[in-house]
T-cell receptor, first 117, second 113 residues
């Protein structure tokens, strides 16, 4: 398929464990975004990549959260020492990145539903 | 920081009723505006977008939205809803010079046959 692919689709883990979430964007999409969607909440911006660099990490909720992107393609979001409040759906989106700003729509993956016991 | 407000959290309509979902944002400069829809069990997908030009934009499935700059609003409308429009609707704003998107909390629409 040509869409954004995220894995795993579901992840259940114990409090205190580390988790790694993966996002495979649409080929050729330079921009990649991570969001968190909690029950009854909107999409909370976490981090944005332009190529392999992350010019905006302002949304990461704590230093337990980190993300990287390699080869301008796949990105991983890592949560260390998970807490119950980390339970949410983690969404990845990608888009083209024209000069001058973000007027390209984002294409979303199906998300990873993370449950911390 | 920018913010996006969706005032209707949960809307219930009968089929053929008209729909209007509110969206207001706080940024005063040039903006790009989007509505996304998430059907049950599916991923978010673009419904329509506004970048410039005619403030009344038309999207898929008969939806339209009107950008009113003076009111900082981008309300979504549909003249006659169908059961298949049952979904979660999200408004999103991007400041014209940046690449961060701000989403509203979403509006859950239930259409009763």
């Amino acid at each position: 398929g040509a869409g954004v692919s995220q894995s795993p689709s579901n992840k259940v883990t114990e409090k205190g464990k580390d988790v790694e979430l993966r996002c495979d964007p649409i080929s050729g999409h330079t921009a990649l975004y991570w969001y968190r969607q909690s029950l009854g909440q909107g999409l909370e911006f976490l981090i944005y990549f332009q190529g392999n660099s992350a010019p905006d990490k302002s949304g990461l909720p704590s230093d337990r959260f980190s993300a990287e992107r390699t080869g301008g393609s796949v990105s991983t979001l890592t949560i260390q020492r998970t807490q119950q409040e980390d339970s949410a759906v983690y969404l990845c989106a990608s888009s083209l990145l024209p000069p001058g700003g973000g007027n390209q729509p984002q294409h979303f993956g199906d998300g990873t539903r993370l449950s911390i016991l | 920081a920018q913010s996006v407000s969706q005032h209707n959290h949960h809307v219930i309509l009968s089929e053929a009723a008209s729909l209007e979902l509110g969206c207001n944002y706080s940024y005063g400069g040039t903006v790009n505006l989007f509505w996304y829809v998430q059907y049950p069990g599916q991923h978010l997908q673009l419904l329509l977008k506004y970048f410039s030009g005619d403030p009344l934009v038309k999207g898929i499935k008969g939806f339209e939205a009107e950008f009113i700059k003076s009111k900082f609003s981008f309300n979504l409308r549909k003249p006659s809803v169908q059961w298949s429009d049952t979904a979660e609707y999200f408004c999103a704003v991007n400041a014209g010079t940046g690449n961060q998107f701000y989403f509203g909390t979403g509006t859950s629409l239930t259409v009763i046959p």
